[in-house]
Nanobody, 118 residues
Framework: QVQLVESGGGLVQAGGSLRLSCASS????????MSWYRQAPGKERELVAS???????YYVDSVKGRFTISSDNAKNTLYLEMNSLKPEDTAVYYC????????????WGQGTQITVSS
């Protein structure tokens, strides 16, 4: 059974930093393309950052230069380092995994809440 479990969320002041982790089990981590999504209240889920199985990364414009996605294949864990946090970063953050580079995701985590106070 595949599981993705996010951790590291919480309350932080604007300008602060957090690191999210997504621990996976039941899948061959290095064979999957991984992403972080977020969903703010009343808004659609949006892609924040992705890392392919080959290590290529993508960031939505609003987080470029502030967030860094990385993965540790030995630990089967995905990370999202978030710096210079802004109140508009407040959302539930989800990790997701898919075998193919495009298309629907195969697995999702349960999400972790990040609240950035001004």
């Amino acid at each position: 059974q595949v599981q993705l479990v996010e951790s590291g969320g919480g309350l932080v002041q604007a300008g602060g930093s957090l690191r999210l982790s997504c621990a996976s089990s039941g899948l061959t981590f290095r064979s999957f393309h991984m992403s972080w999504y977020r969903q703010a209240p009343g808004k659609e889920r949006e892609l924040v950052a992705s890392i392919s199985s080959g290590g290529s990364t993508y960031y939505v414009d609003s987080v470029k230069g502030r967030f860094t996605i990385s993965s540790d294949n030995a630990k089967n864990t995905l990370y999202l380092e978030m710096n210079s946090l802004k109140p508009e970063d407040t959302a539930v953050y989800y990790c997701a995994a898919r075998r193919r580079l495009t298309g629907k995701y195969d697995y999702w985590g349960q999400g972790t809440q990040i609240t950035v106070s001004s």
